[in-house]
């Protein structure tokens, strides 16, 4: 059973802070990475993936792998209150497969 | 684009009741993917299809739920019977092959 575990939270940051956001998964055949953002109510919706060992930097957001670990971050620069929402992580496994396993969300709420 | 488009939006049933859920994918994407979000259960895939061929079905919980896709821009998700536990929300999902996942509002379903 392939298997993406996340810390629920809820993660609690004020205005302005960096936002660490952590994920682990068990395949280590693992290709590709996302992270989804979820609004209440709302669908997910893309922000970032990674397919490399390292950092990926998208404006406030960074992702970071790290394989050896199994180990996906992603961290959120300048904390805004729109930031406010579950993220989820995702992972795809290696081969022409296109399923995700996606965890079970993190939420992150933004003070002002 | 119009995005994805799914109906309906909500749909309260009886135990026992067949539910038919629809999503036009957005013109063009060769993927098409159907979840379920529960809190319990996360996000999870169903089925998703490549060109309107069903390519992995492993995610469908039994044999009361069946998916199609008659041609490149309709989708359906059944379920007969419904039973209680089946109460979530459906998201149907599609892409172009590439990163990207570009997900409905949803369908939220209750079972009564």
């Known amino acids: 059973q392939k298997e993406v575990e996340q810390n629920s939270g809820p993660l609690s940051v004020p205005e302005g802070a960096i936002a660490s956001l952590n994920c682990t998964y068990s395949?280590?055949?693992?290709?590709?990475f996302f992270w989804y953002r979820q609004y209440s109510g709302k669908s997910p919706e893309l922000i970032m993936f990674?397919?490399?060992?390292g950092d990926k930097e998208d404006g406030r957001f960074t992702a970071q792998l790290n394989k050896a670990s199994q180990y996906v971050s992603l961290l959120i620069r300048d904390s805004q209150p729109s930031d406010s929402a579950t993220y989820l992580c995702?992972?795809?496994?290696?081969?022409?497969?296109?399923?995700?396993?996606f965890g079970k969300g993190t939420l992150l709420t933004v003070n002002p | 684009d119009a995005g994805v488009i799914q109906s309906p939006r909500h749909e309260v049933t009886e135990m026992g009741q067949e539910v038919t859920l629809r999503c036009k994918p957005i013109?063009?994407?060769?993927?098409l993917f159907w979840y379920r979000q529960t809190m319990m259960r996360g996000l999870e895939l169903l089925i998703y299809f490549n060109n309107n061929v069903p390519i992995d079905d492993s995610g469908m919980p039994e044999d009361r739920f069946s998916a199609k896709m008659p041609n490149a821009s309709f989708s359906t998700l059944k379920i007969q019977p419904s039973e209680p536990r089946d109460s979530a929300v459906y998201f149907c999902?599609?892409?172009?092959?590439?990163?990207?996942?570009?997900f409905g509002p949803g369908t939220r379903l209750t079972v009564l």
């Open positions: 990674i397919y490399s060992n």
């Open positions: 999902a599609s892409s172009p092959g590439l990163h990207t996942q570009y």
């Open positions: 395949d280590r055949g693992s290709q590709s």
């Open positions: 995702a992972v795809k496994s290696g081969g022409s497969n296109y399923k995700l396993t």
């Open positions: 013109s063009g994407h060769d993927y």
